[in-house]
Every structure is written in C-alpha cells, then in structure tokens.
C-alpha cells in the first residue's frame, strides 16, 4: 500500500519544478462538449422541479470548467439570469458560443437526455431520460428560444465581462460573497465541484447567503482520487504535508473531504436536505494505512464514492 503513495508524490515534485506547469494541460474536460452540459442542467433541473414545478429565474453554478455550457442550457429553459463562479477560466468565447448553437439545437429537437449508456460516469441518475415536455412545454419553449432573445444571449456571450449584461454574470477568480445579492437567488447547483472547493466552509456560508428562503440546492460530489492513486480512495493514505507535495503548488486539487462533512456542513449553515442518492465502492484499504487525520472515518464515508444531495435554505 506504502508504494501506492509514491507515484503521486513524485508527480507533485515535478510539477514545481520550473515550466512544468506551463506544459501541462490545464483541462477539466466534461463541460467542453453540449450534449455533456445538456445531460447535466436536466438532471439538476428534473430534480429542481420535483419540489418547485417551475423554472428557476435566478440560478447559481459553482465551477462551470472548460465552458458555461450547463448555465447557458439553463438560459435555454427559461432561466432569466445565470451567476457563473470558478476560480480558474477554463473556457473562452468561441467555444461557449459554440456549445450555445449546439444546445439550441438540442432544445428545439425536444433530444432525449443523455442517459448514463453515453455518460456512464454522469450522476444524479434518472428514472426516465425522456424529452422532460412537462416541464419544458411548447409554449414554454417558443418563448424561451426566440429569436430575438437567441441573439441578445449571444451578445453577452461574446461580452462576458460587461457588467451591464442581465444574462450572464461571470465571476472569475470568485473571491467574496458580495458579488451576489444576498437573498437574490433561486437555485444553486454544482456537477463535481464541490471536492475541489478549497474552503467549503466559506463556500456553504456563501451560497446560504446568496440563496432566497426557500431556495433549493443540488450538487452532484465525487469523493473518489481522481485518478491520483489506483485505490479509488487512497487519498486519505496520505498526511497533509505529504498532500501538499502531491498537490504540487495547484490552485486545488481535491480537499479530500468526506461525505459526513458535507452533511455535516449542510446542516451547520442552515440547508435542509431533500434527497441524498450516494454511490458506494468497496473500501480495499487497511485502516493501518490511512493517514491520523482519516484513520477514524466511519465505514460509511470510507465507501461513499460519490453523492448527490439536493437541499433547502431554511
Ligand atoms: C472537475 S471540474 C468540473 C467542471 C464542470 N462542472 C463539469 O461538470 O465538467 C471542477 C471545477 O471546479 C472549479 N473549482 C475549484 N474550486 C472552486 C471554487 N472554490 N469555487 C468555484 N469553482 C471551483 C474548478 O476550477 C473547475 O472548473
């Protein structure tokens, strides 16, 4: 098991050598293809209209990646106005216009879902990958792909930054919850972002301040190591100063937090949880290897591989 940490901690040590960094691709992948960001927003979006039977007006995402992609699909359904926050900017303008064409394409062919036959990895899962017509009728969808509003979106597309655009608000490092309104929006939601996060308890405190009464949450956690380590959840093997060294100077990597933390932080910054669909793996690691820090978590978080959570402010 011992040897299992020394591939990732070599990785970490040329990473900081001098223009390493610069030759790495820096690509979350995901996000840079419609059909990915499509599947995505109507998962949250299904699960968003399970409690509300509406369409969210003001609407949150927490580290887009390579492209707005899942915000503008939003846009696409109705949505008035989308606050995009990432500490990186992955994406640029011809591939966000790209993806909207590709998107609009999707909602005015009514496409199916793409199920998890075509993205095994994707999670929430779904009953049913139908077109969802019940939530985006015809009518709904004549007025939300217009022509005219179409083209006001590609506008601030290709203008991200103006600060008078009502579209589109893009935050690129996000540092402070002042960006946004408190109380002003509706729903937030997050697709394998929130293992990354490098202060959750900043980023709870933020959303619960951003979010209305009443608004919902949905985040969709990988706990798994990203491929760092050949056990799915050899992270917790490694001490923090061994981590750092892994982590070789990025601005994240993966905070390593568990799954009881976030329902733990849930709670504390005042969300109440509406559903929960956790992933399990089999834990192959012997607790003796873990590093003090995670040697006395429970079976349940040391099998949890993935989450996905879906919450209330109260
Ligand atoms: C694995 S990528 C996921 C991208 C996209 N959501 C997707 O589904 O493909 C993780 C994203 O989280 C972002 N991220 C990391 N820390 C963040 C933070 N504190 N606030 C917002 N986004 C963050 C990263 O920059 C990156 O865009």
Redesign the pocket.
């Known amino acids: 098991m011992k040897t299992e940490k020394i591939k990732p901690l070599i990785k970490g040590i040329i990473i900081h050598m001098p223009g390493v960094k610069k030759i790495l691709t820096q690509k979350?992948?995901?996000?840079t293809e419609s059909r990915?960001c499509y599947s995505?927003w109507m998962r949250h979006l299904t699960n968003w209209y399970t409690v509300k039977k509406r369409i969210p007006e003001v609407v949150a995402?927490?580290?887009?990646?390579?492209s707005l992609g899942?915000g503008l699909a939003a846009l696409l359904s109705g949505s008035k106005q989308i606050y995009t926050?990432?500490?990186?900017k992955?994406w640029d303008t011809k591939q966000n216009l790209k993806i909207f064409n590709e998107l609009v394409e999707l909602f005015k062919n009514k496409s199916d879902i793409p199920n998890n036959t075509e993205y095994p990895k994707v999670k929430p899962l779904l009953e049913n990958y139908d077109f969802p017509t019940y939530i985006l009728s015809d009518s709904r969808l004549n007025e939300t792909l217009n022509e005219e509003r179409l083209e006001s979106i590609r506008k601030e597309i290709l203008d991200i930054d103006n600060p008078n655009n009502s579209f589109i608000k893009c935050y690129i490092?996000?540092e402070d919850s002042n960006i946004i309104k408190p109380e002003s929006v509706d729903f937030i939601y997050?697709?394998?972002?929130l293992e990354?996060?490098?202060?959750l308890e900043k980023?709870y405190n933020a959303m619960h301040k951003w979010l209305k009464t009443d608004g919902l949450m949905s985040h969709d956690i990988?706990f798994k190591s990203?491929g760092i380590t050949n056990s799915w959840n050899g992270h917790w093997m490694f001490s923090d100063f061994e981590w750092k060294i892994v982590k070789g100077g990025k601005?994240?990597l993966i905070n390593r937090q568990p799954f009881s933390r976030h329902v733990e932080l849930h709670l504390k910054y005042g969300f109440k949880i509406l559903k929960m669909l956790p992933t399990t793996l089999e834990n192959k690691l012997n607790r003796k290897h873990l590093s003090k820090r995670f040697k006395n978590l429970s079976e349940e978080d040391l099998t949890t591989s993935s989450v996905y959570i879906l919450s209330k402010k109260i």
């Open positions: 979350t992948r995901g996000t990915y995505v995402e927490l580290g887009p990646g390579d899942i926050l990432d500490v990186v992955y490092p996000w997050s697709q394998a972002v990354h996060v490098e202060d980023t990988d990203h601005k994240f």
